[in-house]
């Protein structure tokens, strides 16, 4: 451990500079990256509250722990805190700031400024949406369908509306920052076929954000003028068409999604390559089908609309394209299989989480075929068929990744190692409570149960507790990270600069690495995932 | 232990066959997929773990492996698709001799009106074995018509007539929910689909008070609301003639030609001068904000019931004749 103690005393980003104007005019990659952790956490949590309400009110087929108003109000904050506050910038703005510079062996994005002036917008988004919600809630689902959110509404849908907006410009602008240094800042020798298949997916998603985040911002702009000014351009009694509405929010909506798994997708390729010890099997295919589901991504967003009165044949063709994306997603879950194969596989808690990605990433997508199938999706669409496939993926796949990520790179950030032990329980939590939780949505959905409903017929109520009994075994797979990472800051192992013995740029700086990223540019001689050439060193760290 | 357990809602309709073969097959071929993933995991994990296999075997990739696994899944993928966007296709196209019922959706209740005049509300009966088409539309927000037992769902708009249509196969109570959220009671906004035999259902239907058809009420609006001063049964008239009119296709002023269906009615009524009958002035007036959902509806009954002759009055040259021959 003497190298550990030394990297404690050298400096780091982290004791470079102390006070609290140090980190909020701070221009640093990695500080911004921590704080977007702190943010989006405090997001995370108010989002579980209004999750564990919704739980417990569904506990009992009537409605009686809040009322229909409280309870509407619950799911569409749960979804818009979830989607808009936690989820889209989960990966990329904590993850992805701190790692893309890292990664490429740069000193930091392109625009420094600007990547911070993307986390003010953020604050500024979240905290207008949270006073919206403080101050009475808004009751639309997250979804703002139209002519209800526009006008029949009684709720504070323009303050919503107008943080979600806010927050969006600080998606675009993080997108813009990842696009141009992967392009313009790359160490020499990191060429495309060297970039680590976490930049790809980063990347993939980065174009998404930047052509897909402005329609949304349009779109809700819209319903604000509409709702306020009396616009006729989605209620049909002012001339409108609600319908156009849903095709505006889905060209956004849909491919957010992809935002959401894609960077995951990226944090399971660095995880499964570095416990297996192997390159990763595929790396080409790996690498185009994130930027193929990117693209395709962008074609399918009405085949949320399939009962919504489009017309056969646009349905047939939204219905086939969907079908299409779901090819790269499945070559990805194969390529990360194959490279397990012949490995030299080690069970540490990110592997964990990576393998209950895989399994439960791999539920979400098929269940996401069953959607594509246009005569089941009639039966099956706004049931709790649709809330277990999308939880599976944005919860079991997308929130797996995140928790596997923060495991993989908690030494690099922090210069501490979590405890494995605690951590491993969590892991395990994590997943059977997940299952239990969502799993009998899907028997739920087909039943004909359907979503959003205050009370339901008391046939669907063992189901029901079941999904509830899930949820606090989550909590609990929740709660523990969050004791442990605080208490690995104080009390934690020191971290080496290498902890997993792994291959890529940032693990050869120190843990944490100091704030100009590494003391000589990088100059890159050897192919991604080399690990073939990387000693194998004696586990120092972990069991 | 299933009986009290059930994995599928009851099939009443004829489509709850074909939607759950198609469903079963995928639940078939998903769970294959999913423990192949599962099992590989869990057999590379354990054969694999470093005490046993301390130093991995470098492997590039396989061009045949990644064409097997893009090519298998996008055949397999195409099987379902072609399965599913049949039942769809059928589901599009409700057959020419279906019963028609009207649906009225408001927050938070459904008003149904059948062809012969009669109402219900939050009920809707229907007899065993017969094609019903629904024709609907909602007077305020965006709600959906969804009868699990049925395996049907559509949406129902504000502005617009959508249909839908099923053939229950089987009598019992059947939940109508509302799968559209529609603000505060979208969860008491439900009802019951109420199958019953053919007597059972006439008798049902003759107890009922009506004050005439829909179409003789449409009829009778068609008068009072002074269309029937421009829309004559001859070729006099300001307006269109309107018999046998409907599903027909209409040359537009604008050389466009469109299909004559229940939206393209509600649509001039509503705002006539979106698509004006070629040889005829954009001089009619909007009943925005005059006419009713259940009133629109009864309109266009009327007007779709000029369409069929049967038999009698042929030469439609007599305003009295058509609004009669309703008796389905």
């Given at each position: 451990?003497?190298?550990?103690?030394?990297?404690?005393?050298?400096?780091?980003?982290?004791?470079?500079?102390y006070?609290?104007?140090?980190?909020?005019?701070t221009?640093?990659?990695?500080?911004?990256?921590?704080?977007y952790?702190?943010?989006i956490?405090?997001?995370?949590?108010?989002g579980g509250?209004?999750?564990?309400?919704?739980?417990?009110?569904?506990?009992t087929?009537?409605?009686?722990?809040?009322?229909s108003?409280?309870?509407?109000?619950?799911?569409?904050?749960?979804?818009?805190?979830m989607?808009?506050?936690?989820?889209?910038?989960?990966?990329?703005?904590?993850?992805?700031?701190?790692l893309?510079?890292?990664?490429?062996g740069?000193?930091?994005?392109?625009?420094?400024?600007?990547?911070?002036?993307?986390?003010?917008?953020?604050?500024a988004?979240?905290?207008?949406?949270?006073?919206?919600?403080?101050?009475?809630?808004?009751?639309?689902?997250?979804?703002?369908?139209t002519?209800?959110s526009?006008?029949?509404?009684?709720?504070?849908?323009?303050?919503?509306?107008v943080?979600?907006?806010?927050?969006?410009f600080?998606?675009?602008?993080?997108?813009l920052?990842?696009?141009?240094t992967?392009?313009?800042?790359?160490?020499?020798?990191m060429?495309?076929r060297?970039?680590?298949?976490?930049?790809w997916?980063?990347?993939?998603a980065?174009?998404?954000m930047?052509?897909?985040?402005?329609?949304?911002?349009?779109?809700?702009?819209?319903?604000?003028f509409?709702?306020?000014?009396?616009?006729?351009v989605?209620?049909?009694?002012?001339g409108?068409?609600?319908?156009?509405?849903?095709?505006?929010?889905?060209?956004?909506?849909h491919?957010?999604?992809?935002?959401?798994?894609l960077?995951?997708?990226?944090?399971?390729?660095e995880?499964?390559?570095c416990?297996?010890?192997?390159?990763?099997?595929?790396?080409?295919?790996?690498?185009?089908?994130s930027?193929?589901?990117?693209?395709?991504?962008?074609l399918?967003?009405?085949?949320?609309?399939?009962?919504?009165?489009?017309s056969?044949?646009?349905?047939?063709?939204f219905?086939?394209?969907?079908?299409?994306?779901a090819?790269?997603?499945?070559?990805?879950?194969?390529n990360?299989?194959?490279?397990?194969?012949?490995?030299?596989?080690?069970?540490?808690?990110?592997?964990?989480?990576?393998f209950g990605?895989?399994?439960?990433?791999t539920v979400?997508?098929?269940?996401?075929?069953?959607?594509?199938s246009?005569g089941?999706?009639?039966?099956?669409?706004?049931?709790?068929?649709?809330?277990?496939?999308?939880?599976?993926v944005?919860?079991?796949?997308?929130?797996?990744?995140?928790?596997?990520?923060?495991?993989?790179?908690?030494p690099?950030?922090t210069?501490?190692?979590?405890?494995?032990?605690?951590?491993?329980?969590?892991?395990l939590?994590v997943?059977?409570?997940f299952?239990?939780?969502?799993?009998?949505?899907?028997?739920?959905?087909?039943?004909?149960?359907?979503r959003?409903?205050?009370?339901y017929?008391?046939?669907?109520q063992?189901l029901?507790?079941?999904?509830?009994?899930?949820?606090?075994i989550l909590?609990?797979?929740?709660?523990?990270?969050?004791?442990?990472?605080?208490?690995?800051?104080?009390?934690?192992?020191?971290a080496?600069?290498?902890?997993w013995?792994?291959?890529?740029?940032?693990?050869?700086?120190?843990?944490?690495?100091?704030?100009h990223?590494?003391?000589e540019?990088?100059?890159?001689?050897?192919?991604?995932?080399?690990?073939?050439?990387?000693?194998?060193?004696?586990?120092?760290?972990?069991? | 232990?299933w009986?009290?357990?059930?994995?599928?809602?009851?099939?009443?309709s004829?489509w709850?066959?074909?939607?759950?073969?198609?469903?079963?097959?995928?639940?078939?071929?998903?769970?294959f997929?999913?423990?192949l993933?599962?099992?590989?995991?869990?057999f590379?994990?354990?054969k694999?773990?470093?005490?046993?296999?301390?130093?991995?075997v470098?492997?590039?990739?396989?061009?045949p492996?990644?064409?097997t696994?893009?090519l298998i899944?996008?055949?397999?993928?195409?099987?379902?698709?072609a399965w599913?966007?049949?039942?769809y296709?059928?589901?599009a196209?409700p057959?020419?001799d279906?019963?028609?019922?009207?649906?009225?959706?408001?927050?938070?209740?459904?008003?149904?009106?059948?062809?012969?005049?009669?109402?219900?509300?939050?009920?809707?009966?229907?007899?065993?074995?017969?094609?019903?088409?629904?024709?609907?539309?909602?007077?305020?927000?965006?709600h959906?018509?969804?009868?699990?037992?049925?395996r049907?769902k559509?949406?129902?708009?504000?502005?617009?007539?959508?249909?839908?249509?099923?053939?229950?196969?089987?009598?019992?109570?059947?939940?109508?929910?509302?799968?559209?959220?529609?603000?505060?009671?979208?969860?008491?906004m439900i009802?019951?689909?109420?199958?019953?035999?053919?007597?059972?259902?006439?008798?049902?239907?003759?107890?009922?008070?009506?004050?005439?058809?829909?179409?003789?009420?449409?009829q009778?609006?068609f008068?009072?609301?002074?269309?029937?001063?421009?829309h004559?049964?001859?070729?006099?008239g300001?307006?269109?003639?309107?018999?046998?009119?409907?599903?027909?296709?209409?040359?537009?002023?604008?050389?466009?030609?469109?299909?004559?269906?229940?939206?393209?009615l509600?649509?001039?009524?509503l705002?006539?001068?979106?698509?004006?009958?070629?040889?005829?002035?954009?001089?009619?007036?909007?009943?925005?904000?005059?006419?009713?959902?259940?009133?629109?509806?009864?309109?266009?009954?009327?007007?779709?019931?000029?369409?069929?002759?049967q038999?009698?009055?042929?030469?439609?040259?007599?305003a009295?004749?058509?609004?009669?021959?309703n008796?389905?």
């Amino acid at each position: 451990m003497a190298t550990a103690v030394q990297t404690v005393e050298r400096e780091n980003y982290l004791n470079a500079n102390y006070g609290i104007k140090s980190w909020l005019l701070t221009t640093d990659h990695k500080r911004i990256a921590m704080l977007y952790l702190i943010s989006i956490t405090a997001m995370f949590w108010i989002g579980g509250f209004f999750a564990m309400m919704i739980r417990l009110e569904l506990l009992t087929p009537a409605g009686d722990l809040v009322s229909s108003d409280t309870y509407n109000k619950l799911f569409t904050m749960h979804g818009i805190v979830m989607v808009f506050f936690f989820l889209i910038p989960s990966v990329p703005a904590v993850l992805g700031n701190f790692l893309i510079p890292l990664m490429v062996g740069a000193k930091d994005l392109a625009f420094p400024r600007v990547n911070l002036l993307s986390w003010y917008l953020y604050m500024a988004g979240g905290i207008t949406a949270l006073t919206a919600m403080v101050t009475g809630g808004v009751d639309t689902g997250w979804t703002f369908y139209t002519p209800f959110s526009t006008t029949y509404s009684n709720t504070h849908v323009i303050g919503a509306a107008v943080g979600i907006f806010i927050a969006g410009f600080s998606s675009i602008l993080t997108g813009l920052n990842f696009i141009i240094t992967i392009h313009r800042m790359r160490a020499p020798g990191m060429t495309w076929r060297r970039l680590p298949l976490f930049c790809w997916s980063n990347y993939a998603a980065a174009l998404i954000m930047v052509l897909g985040t402005p329609v949304i911002a349009i779109t809700l702009l819209l319903v604000a003028f509409e709702r306020a000014f009396h616009i006729g351009v989605f209620n049909p009694q002012l001339g409108g068409d609600p319908l156009l509405f849903q095709h505006l929010f889905w060209f956004y909506s849909h491919p957010a999604v992809y935002i959401m798994i894609l960077p995951g997708m990226g944090v399971i390729s660095e995880i499964v390559t570095c416990f297996s010890r192997k390159r990763v099997f595929g790396y080409e295919f790996v690498a185009l089908a994130s930027i193929a589901i990117a693209v395709l991504g962008f074609l399918v967003w009405a085949h949320h609309m399939f009962v919504a009165g489009i017309s056969v044949y646009a349905a047939l063709v939204f219905s086939l394209l969907s079908y299409l994306v779901a090819i790269p997603s499945a070559v990805k879950v194969f390529n990360w299989t194959a490279t397990m194969y012949k490995g030299s596989i080690r069970y540490n808690t990110p592997m964990l989480y990576a393998f209950g990605f895989i399994g439960l990433f791999t539920v979400g997508g098929l269940t996401g075929v069953f959607l594509a199938s246009l005569g089941i999706d009639v039966h099956v669409t706004d049931t709790y068929f649709v809330v277990a496939h999308f939880h599976y993926v944005m919860v079991g796949g997308m929130v797996m990744a995140y928790m596997a990520g923060l495991h993989f790179w908690w030494p690099k950030m922090t210069g501490r190692m979590y405890p494995e032990g605690w951590a491993k329980l969590s892991a395990l939590l994590v997943f059977v409570g997940f299952n239990t939780t969502f799993f009998p949505q899907f028997i739920l959905g087909y039943m004909g149960s359907p979503r959003r409903y205050h009370a339901y017929p008391p046939e669907f109520q063992v189901l029901n507790v079941l999904s509830t009994a899930g949820s606090s075994i989550l909590a609990v797979g929740y709660v523990l990270p969050m004791i442990y990472f605080l208490w690995s800051l104080r009390y934690g192992e020191p971290a080496p600069p290498n902890p997993w013995n792994a291959v890529g740029l940032e693990w050869m700086t120190s843990s944490p690495p100091p704030t100009h990223n590494f003391d000589e540019t990088p100059v890159v001689t050897w192919e991604a995932y080399d690990y073939e050439n990387q000693p194998q060193e004696e586990v120092t760290i972990g069991h | 232990m299933w009986k009290n357990f059930p994995l599928f809602p009851e099939r009443a309709s004829a489509w709850a066959w074909q939607v759950d073969g198609l469903y079963f097959l995928l639940v078939a071929v998903s769970a294959f997929f999913t423990l192949l993933i599962f099992a590989l995991i869990f057999f590379f994990a354990v054969k694999y773990r470093r005490s046993v296999h301390p130093h991995a075997v470098q492997i590039e990739g396989s061009l045949p492996l990644e064409l097997t696994w893009t090519l298998i899944p996008l055949g397999i993928s195409m099987v379902f698709f072609a399965w599913g966007s049949l039942i769809y296709f059928q589901q599009a196209r409700p057959p020419k001799d279906a019963m028609e019922v009207y649906a009225v959706a408001k927050q938070w209740m459904w008003k149904f009106e059948y062809e012969g005049g009669q109402r219900d509300i939050n009920e809707l009966h229907l007899p065993v074995g017969r094609d019903v088409k629904m024709i609907m539309s909602s007077q305020d927000v965006i709600h959906s018509f969804y009868v699990p037992a049925f395996r049907i769902k559509a949406d129902v708009l504000p502005g617009r007539f959508t249909t839908t249509w099923f053939r229950p196969t089987k009598t019992g109570t059947y939940h109508l929910f509302c799968a559209e959220y529609c603000g505060t009671e979208h969860s008491g906004m439900i009802g019951q689909v109420i199958v019953m035999e053919p007597a059972a259902y006439q008798a049902w239907m003759s107890g009922g008070s009506s004050t005439g058809t829909l179409a003789s009420n449409g009829q009778q609006l068609f008068q009072q609301l002074g269309c029937s001063t421009c829309h004559r049964f001859d070729t006099q008239g300001r307006g269109p003639n309107l018999a046998g009119v409907f599903g027909k296709p209409v040359m537009l002023d604008d050389g466009r030609t469109v299909v004559a269906d229940e939206n393209y009615l509600r649509e001039s009524i509503l705002n006539p001068g979106a698509k004006v009958v070629s040889g005829f002035k954009p001089i009619m007036p909007t009943f925005q904000g005059q006419v009713s959902e259940e009133n629109l509806m009864a309109l266009v009954a009327y007007v779709k019931s000029l369409a069929q002759p049967q038999g009698k009055g042929t030469d439609g040259n007599e305003a009295a004749a058509p609004g009669a021959s309703n008796t389905q």
